[in-house]
Every structure is written in structure tokens, then in C-alpha cells.
């Protein structure tokens, strides 16, 4: 998205694909959520990325 902005393109907005990683197709793979939830208890746990997002958000602009 930097790179898109670096070329002048007006971003005005973010939508992450997904809060939970989850099943999709039949597969638990690939993963694209902020919190990952554990296959056998259900259990969800923050990613890194959920806080990276989190930063950028609260500084109002890309790193």
C-alpha cells in the first residue's frame, strides 16, 4: 500500500481481509487473520500483526 501512495494513489481507508484466521475451502490454510485460533480448543490468540496494525493505526499512516 506504501508503494501505491508512493505513486500517488489516494488511499483513504484499510479493510484487513479477516479477524480470525479461519476455514475456507474446506482448509484451514492459508491464514489471513489478526488472531489465530487454535484447530483443537478453538482458543484465539492476537498475532504480531494485530499489533504492527494497531501501531500504524493509532500514528494515522503507513510505516
Known sequence: M????DDGTDVRG???WSLLDNFEWGRWEP?????AVDRE???RHPKPSLAWLGVIAE?????
Do not use: C, P, S, V
Open 31 to 35: 491464514t489471513f487473520g489478526l488472531i
Open 2 to 5: 506504501r508503494d501505491a501512495m
Open 14 to 16: 484499510y479493510l484487513h
Open 59 to 63: 500514528a494515522q499512516e503507513i510505516a
Open 41 to 43: 480448543t478453538f482458543e
